[in-house]
Nanobody
Framework: QVQLVESGGGLVQAGGSLRLSCAAS????????MGWFRQAPGKEREFVAA????????GYAESVKGRFTISRDNAKGTVYLHMNSLKPDDTAVYSC????????????WGQGTQVTVSS
């Protein structure tokens, strides 16, 4: 079992930056594909970014490409989401998720951290 705990959310002005962290428990974190998702009030949850177990494959939603960067430190069991040039539309609850491999769905989810971007 993998437990995920997000941190780093908060209130920031438009154009600002935040770094989210997702700490994972469990010895097998290093073999899992990790992703970040977000859900704004009244909207469906949407994909933000994902990274393969060794960081060799990374993907981003078009809406965040060029502004957000996903990374991971397997030794620390942590995945990060660096968010720059934040916009009010980025306001949402951000959650991390873990999948056993590139070919599996995400099966472990964190509780999320709130990011609010003021205009």
């Amino acid at each position: 079992q993998v437990q995920l705990v997000e941190s780093g959310g908060g209130l920031v002005q438009a154009g600002g930056s935040l770094r989210l962290s997702c700490a994972a428990s469990g010895r097998i974190f290093s073999t899992y594909r990790m992703g970040w998702f977000r859900q704004a009030p009244g909207k469906e949850r949407e994909f933000v970014a994902a990274i393969s177990w060794n960081g060799g494959t990374i993907g981003y939603a078009e809406s965040v490409k060029g502004r957000f960067t996903i990374s991971r430190d397997n030794a620390k069991g942590t995945v990060y989401l660096h968010m720059n040039s934040l916009k009010p539309d980025d306001t949402a609850v951000y959650s991390c998720a873990a999948a056993p491999s590139q070919h599996h769905d995400y099966i472990y989810w964190g509780q999320g951290t709130q990011v609010t971007v003021s205009s």
